[in-house]
Nanobody, 122 residues
Framework: QVQLVESGGDLVQPGGSLRLSCAAS????????MGWFRQAPGKEREFVAA????????KYADSVQGRFTISKDNANNVGNLQMSSLKPEDTGRYYC???????????????WGQGTQVTVSS
């Protein structure tokens, strides 16, 4: 079992930056792939970024490619999502997840946090 807690969400102006963190407890985090997803009101949860358990490979949604960077610190059981050049359409609740599959599909992930709210608005 892995427990995940996200933090770092905030209200930020367009063009700004935020760093989200995902703190893990329990067993196995270092061996799991990790993903970030987001959900805006009235919309389905969508893939944002994913990283392999070693950190060697990453995937990004086209909408965030070049602006977001995912990372994973196995020694400290924490994952991060660095977000820059934020846009209003980045607004949503951001969730981290871990699982045994390196995937863009949220069904592939076994453990989820409760999410942290990101609002991009002037």
């Amino acid at each position: 079992q892995v427990q995940l807690v996200e933090s770092g969400g905030d209200l930020v102006q367009p063009g700004g930056s935020l760093r989200l963190s995902c703190a893990a407890s329990g067993h196995g985090f270092s061996l799991y792939h990790m993903g970030w997803f987001r959900q805006a009101p009235g919309k389905e949860r969508e893939f944002v970024a994913a990283i392999t358990w070693t950190g060697e490979s990453t995937k990004y949604a086209d909408s965030v490619q070049g602006r977001f960077t995912i990372s994973k610190d196995n020694a400290n059981n924490v994952g991060n999502l660095q977000m820059s050049s934020l846009k209003p359409e980045d607004t949503g609740r951001y969730y981290c997840a871990t699982g045994v599959k390196f995937s863009t599909d949220y069904d592939a992930y076994n453990y989820w946090g409760q999410g942290t709210q990101v609002t991009v608005s002037s």
